[in-house]
T-cell receptor, first 112, second 121 residues
Framework: QQPVQSPQAVILREGEDAVINCSSS?????VHWYRQKHGEAPVFLMI?????EQKGHDKISASFNEKKQQSSLYLTASQLSYSGTYFC?????????????FGKGTKLSVKP | EAGVAQSPRYKIIEKRQSVAFWCNPI?????LYWYQQILGQGPKLLIQ????????DSQLPKDRFSAERLKGVDSTLKIQPAKLEDSAVYLC???????????????????FGPGTRLTVL
């Protein structure tokens, strides 16, 4: 039931782009994205609710393909501050509201 | 607006001892979550409260873990007795409950506290 994130890790140079994927075998109501820096709490980025819906947060955007039960997080023109571990949290239909199952995370390192 | 508060930040105990963690959510957030995050893993939900009622505790090891939110505000998570595998960061999060009818107010993004790092020796 745990969503699968890919890649597990990625190293970028400042200004480069990256895509992080999150796939589930279960029908999803929503997908949440969080970023966690080392030793800190996860910080909310965005929620995707509908099939094909895209939301944006500065230069970070995401999409949710309801048919494939897959969400992708797009980071464009990466900055040093984007470094951290990105987690997707999936909320299933029929589960309790807000009950998220998190993936194992994708570690993003942005180098100067 | 004050964030989610947790204490203590760090705790070191020996196996078979007991330990308690405290969480004070953001004011007005009716929903409170306790997560366990093992090093290198994503957070795992232990228990979810709506006001002072339990919504989901299916992943809480009830033989040793307990949690309460008596007045619907702050909450305590207890482990008794602790095992080596309980070493982890315990995160508390809170959110508004999702409202019916959709709209941006229906999003229930979760706000996390700084966590308590537990080491069991």
């Amino acid at each position: 039931q745990q969503p699968v994130q890919s890649p597990q890790a990625v190293i970028l140079r400042e200004g480069e782009d990256a895509v992080i994927n999150c796939s589930s075998s279960k029908a999803l109501y929503s997908v949440h994205w969080y970023r966690q820096k080392h030793g800190e709490a996860p910080v909310f980025l965005m929620i995707l609710l509908k099939g094909g819906e895209q939301k944006g947060h500065d230069k970070i955007s995401a999409s949710f393909n309801e048919k494939k039960q897959q969400s992708s997080l797009y980071l464009t023109a990466s900055q040093l501050s984007y470094s951290g571990t990105y987690f997707c949290g999936t909320e299933r239909y029929g589960g309790s509201q807000g009950n998220l199952i998190f993936g194992k995370g994708t570690k993003l390192s942005v180098k100067p | 607006e004050a964030g989610v508060a947790q204490s203590p930040r760090y705790k070191i105990i020996e196996k078979r001892q007991s330990v308690a963690f405290w969480c004070n959510p953001i004011s007005g957030h009716a929903t409170l979550y306790w997560y366990q995050q093992i090093l290198g893993q994503g957070p795992k939900l232990l228990i979810q409260f709506q006001n002072n009622g339990v919504v989901d505790d299916s992943q809480l090891p009830k033989d040793r873990f307990s949690a309460e939110r008596l007045k619907g505000v702050d909450s305590t998570l207890k482990i008794q007795p602790a095992k080596l595998e309980d070493s982890a960061v315990y995160l508390c999060a809170s959110s508004y409950p999702r409202t019916s009818g959709g709209g941006t107010s229906s999003y229930n993004e979760q706000f996390f506290g700084p966590g308590t790092r537990l080491t069991v020796l």
